[in-house]
């Protein structure tokens, strides 16, 4: 299942685990990413926290955590290559999986067909 956020993060989900990253509209706004850092693995977020931060060319943005939950895992790919989200973005240019902790806050996010009407 694919969902998306107002802050244009989008969450595919599995089970109780969403990996997540930021769509092809942040990388594209944000131009050529040149940092990322991700947080750590095991460390818990509250819905609408700071998780992680990119750097761009033009300008320095955080992504939140689109839903209450614990990092199961983080991209180190992106690290290394931060172009990986330009190119990339849904794909290898994920940021991190998160262990959802509150079901409920799924149904508030938006499938792609509204986050993409939000867009317009």
Known sequence: MLKFTEDHEWLKIDGDVATVGITEHAQDQLGDLVFVELPESGKSFDKGAVAAVVESVKAASEVYAPISGQIVEVNPLIVAD???VNS???G???FFKLKITDQSQVGALMDEAAYKAGLK
């Open 82 to 84: 931060p172009a990986l």
């Open 88 to 90: 990339d973005p849904m």
């Open 92 to 94: 290898r240019g994920w």
